[in-house]
């Protein structure tokens, strides 16, 4: 297994190709705020009305949602990007050395304390009253 080195000169594409992306996110936004006339930035009643397939509003659509929805759907994306770690060391798993091995043995262990203390803070648990 041959090491390969990498220089300065490697990254050279991706800071082209992030220079592009970023150049072309600020003529985009540059564009279309010059573009617009200004009678159409003016905001109205009308526009900031909420648009709902063509029914007419009915009611407030700002009630309050409780925040253990949104802890947990946060925990959820979390967890779930830190699974997609486990799929290359399983794939790689024969050809990895005792190093790779005791790295995944701590991720592995990190990952069960993080999840240890969302059990033991209770945000899993959900109460009817909230």
């Not at 979390?78 to 050809?95: K, Q, S, T």
Request: charged share 20%; net charge neutral; glycine share 6%.
């Amino acid at each position: 297994m041959t090491d390969k080195i990498y220089l300065p000169a490697d990254y050279i594409p991706v800071l082209i190709q992030s220079l592009v992306a970023l150049g072309f996110v600020g003529a985009t936004m540059l564009a279309t705020h010059f573009i617009t006339s200004k009678r159409k930035r003016i905001r109205t009643l009308r526009k900031d009305e909420n648009f709902e397939c063509g029914i007419d509003v009915q009611g407030n659509a700002r009630f309050p949602f409780s925040v253990k929805y949104f802890l947990v759907a946060i925990l959820f994306v979390l967890f779930d990007v830190e699974i997609i770690f486990f799929y290359p060391w399983a794939i790689n798993f024969l050809d990895m050395g005792w190093k790779e091995f005791f790295e995944m043995l701590l991720f592995i262990g990190l990952f069960l304390f993080g999840f240890y203390y969302i059990l033991a803070k209770g945000a899993l648990e959900w109460n009817k009253d909230e």
